[in-house]
């Protein structure tokens, strides 16, 4: 199954009303909501395509924190850090790298910012790249890897 994507993913919240402002603060578009089940779903990217669906369910107690990485441009990439926190969402330290630009999983390659929703899951945005991989660099920043790529 070499032509197989992800079409869905479900988060856990102690708060459902919360979770739902703060992914449609995302950009993401609210599909549907479940009253009775506690769960709402959200379309990603181009709603017409229904091709990637978050779910969020809201339960009692400790909410195990899980990752997702959702795709985007690496111009929508490089300003990132700065939509986030015009929304409120401080991007986080990775790698050992502050949150002062997006950084280059030198290995994939691919670029990458940090942050977390409102009950501790890591969100992660990610740009693939062009170019080969150089797994010796390790995690640098975009502007490095840029440099060392044209």
């Given at each position: 199954?070499?032509?197989a994507?992800?079409?869905?993913?479900h988060?856990?919240t102690?708060?459902?009303?919360?979770?739902?402002?703060?992914?449609?603060?995302?950009?993401?578009?609210?599909?549907?909501?479940?009253?009775?089940?506690?769960?709402?779903?959200?379309?990603?990217?181009d709603v017409?395509?229904?091709?990637?669906?978050?779910?969020?369910?809201?339960?009692?107690?400790?909410?195990?924190?899980?990752?997702?990485?959702?795709?985007?441009?690496?111009?929508?990439?490089?300003?990132?850090?700065?939509?986030?926190?015009?929304?409120?969402?401080?991007?986080?330290?990775?790698?050992?790298?502050?949150?002062?630009?997006?950084?280059?999983?030198?290995?994939?390659?691919?670029?990458?910012?940090?942050?977390?929703?409102?009950?501790?899951?890591?969100?992660?945005?990610?740009?693939?790249?062009?170019?080969?991989?150089?797994?010796?660099?390790?995690?640098?920043y975009?502007?490095?890897?840029?440099?060392?790529?044209?």
């Open positions: 199954m070499q032509t994507k992800l079409y869905e993913t988060l856990k102690n708060h459902l009303e919360k979770a739902i402002e703060f992914y449609k603060s995302l950009g993401f578009t609210l599909a549907y909501v479940i009253e009775e089940r506690r769960v709402a779903f959200f379309y990603l990217g017409s395509q229904k091709e990637n669906m978050l779910g969020i369910w809201e339960t009692e107690g400790d909410v195990p924190k899980r990752h997702i990485a959702f795709t985007i441009t690496t111009d929508e990439l490089k300003s990132s850090i700065q939509w986030l926190s015009e929304r409120g969402i401080a991007a986080e330290e990775d790698f050992g790298l502050p949150p002062i630009e997006p950084i280059v999983h030198s290995w994939m390659p691919a670029a990458s910012v940090y942050f977390r929703d409102p009950d501790g899951n890591s969100l992660e945005y990610i740009a693939l790249l062009d170019g080969p991989p150089h797994p010796e660099l390790g995690v640098i975009l502007s490095k890897w840029e440099s060392l790529n044209k």
